[in-house]
């Protein structure tokens, strides 16, 4: 059973970085599933934000590429999301998760605040 | 990108009724489908992916089918516990977008 963990601070100054990593257990981030970013803001529906494969190809939502990073740390066994020049409609329940066809497995979600 | 327009938006439903949403992409998908459920404060859970196959230990009372750029999720005999919201996703190309949405309520 993979099991995915999110941390990383729940308030972020306006015009700042926002930046999470993804603990990943029971799988390897070098395996051949996707890990992905998904955020969500309050009382709205899922947004995809992107995804990074081991071998450091990414895809990201066009409608954030401007100001995302996703990177694979392997010794860590871990994935992370930078979100530089975020505002309050950065403000989200953020999510990491595997992609082998579907989004298999997910994190508990971590709420991130975008606020001075 | 792909568009995914899911509907309806909200439905009420009784248990034991049978209920079914569906999903249109903007361009062919080829069963590159899958949909989700989510319960408040909870994460979303995977329940059907490719278009028809269920995700080990989901009920068989969910199902899926579908093909191109039309899908369609069905509850067989709705459950107390399946009030949710349940979501369409794309897994064809990216950005893997997903459906606004259905809320199933009492």
């Known amino acids: 059973q993979v099991q995915l963990q999110e941390s990383g601070p729940g308030l972020v100054r306006p015009s700042g970085t926002l930046s999470l990593t993804c603990g990943v257990s029971?799988?390897?981030?070098?395996?051949?599933?996707?890990w992905n970013w998904v955020r969500q803001p309050p009382g709205k529906g899922l947004e995809w934000i992107g995804e990074?494969?081991?071998?450091?190809?990414?895809y990201y939502n066009p409608s954030l590429a401007s100001r995302v990073t996703i990177s694979v740390d392997k010794s860590k066994n871990q994935f992370s999301l930078k979100l530089t020049s975020v505002t309050a409609a950065d403000t989200a329940v953020y999510y990491c998760?595997?992609?082998?066809?579907?989004?298999?497995?997910w994190g508990q979600g971590t709420l991130v605040t975008v606020s001075s | 990108d792909i568009q995914m327009t899911q509907s309806p938006s909200s439905l009420s439903a009784s248990v034991g009724d049978r209920v079914t949403i569906t999903c249109r992409a903007s361009?062919?998908?080829?069963?590159?489908l899958n949909w989700y459920q989510q319960k408040p404060g909870k994460a979303p859970e995977l329940l059907i992916y490719?278009?028809?196959s269920l995700q080990s230990g989901v009920p068989s009372r969910f199902s899926g089918s579908g093909s191109g750029t039309d899908y369609t999720f069905t509850i067989s005999s709705l459950q107390p516990e399946d009030f949710a919201t349940y979501y369409c996703?794309?897994?064809?190309?990216?950005?893997?977008?997903f459906g606004q949405g259905t809320k199933v309520e009492i």
């Open positions: 029971g799988d390897s981030v070098s395996s051949s599933n996707w």
């Open positions: 996703q794309q897994s064809y190309s990216p950005p893997r977008t």
């Open positions: 490719a278009a028809s």
């Open positions: 361009q062919s998908i080829r069963s590159y």
């Open positions: 998760t595997n992609r082998r066809i579907g989004l298999d497995f």
């Open positions: 990074i494969h081991h071998t450091g190809d990414t």
